[in-house]
């Protein structure tokens, strides 16, 4: 990826934020200087997508952290993609480690919600660690293999999981390795203890196309300034 290519900042807030806290982070970020070569997108609580989508964001384009592996229909407590496109979302985190580990989500499952969200014309983030990249990807066409984005995201360095930001030597391996499954097309992203001291460090590679931010996406002074 070309380096004048702006950088994506995916905020992943997961399950810590309240309607309160959320419309409160939303008039903060309106009001903090951000860098203008970034593209922030914030992907809420699933049940806090509408109220996001009916704030005003123009700072932020919106996101959501899972899609069904299923379309719409009458399957009770679902959120398809085409619903979650209905109501502005453009990017869908799928396969997050917090996903694979607690609700034992398969590659498989992954797959499918990465066709439905590229059907509903949103941008799947497709997350994995290294031992996921050939598993991961053989699932997919090559037409999501081009228009994913793909988040490495090391288990070990995801601060609820351990906390061992990735060395930057590291990194730049595993995204070379997995740039060998995906091509050049598709942007990759890395993930895991991303901090006002080590943002930089991943952003300022031509090989990184962004971050994907848990603990520090929270606090929108923080969020803006990485
Ligand atoms: P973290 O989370 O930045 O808190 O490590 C990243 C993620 O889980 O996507």
């Known amino acids: 990826m070309s380096s004048t290519k702006k950088k994506l900042l995916v905020a992943n807030w997961k399950a810590n934020v309240l309607k309160h806290d959320a419309q409160e982070w939303v008039q903060h970020f309106s009001q903090q200087k951000r860098r203008e070569h970034h593209e922030y997108v914030v992907c809420p ?4 997508v509408g109220v996001l989508a009916a704030s005003s964001h123009p700072h932020f384009t919106l996101g959501a952290q899972d899609a069904s592996t299923l379309e719409m229909g009458a399957y009770t407590g679902e959120s ?37 969200v590229l059907a509903a014309e949103l941008t799947p983030i497709i ?15 090559a037409t999501l293999r081009e228009k994913s984005i793909f988040a490495y995201e090391p288990v070990h360095a995801i601060s609820t999981f351990g906390g061992q930001e990735d060395p930057l030597s590291t990194t730049l391996e595993a995204i070379a390795q997995l740039r060998e499954y995906v091509g050049n097309e598709s942007r990759i992203l890395y993930g895991g203890s991303v901090d006002l001291e080590n943002s ?17 996406s929270l606090n929108p002074e923080i969020f803006a300034k990485l």
């Open 80 to 116: 398809p993609a085409s619903i979650l496109a209905s109501l502005g979302v453009r990017y869908v985190i799928l396969g997050h480690s917090e996903r694979r580990k607690y609700f034992k989500e398969s590659s498989i499952e992954v797959a499918q919600k990465a066709e439905l």
């Open 127 to 141: 997350c994995l660690d290294s031992n996921q990249f050939e598993e991961q990807t053989e699932l997919l066409n």
């Open 200 to 216: 930089l460090t991943y952003l300022q590679e031509d090989a990184i196309d962004g971050l994907l931010v848990g603990k520090s």
């Open 45 to 48: 609580p699933q049940p806090l």
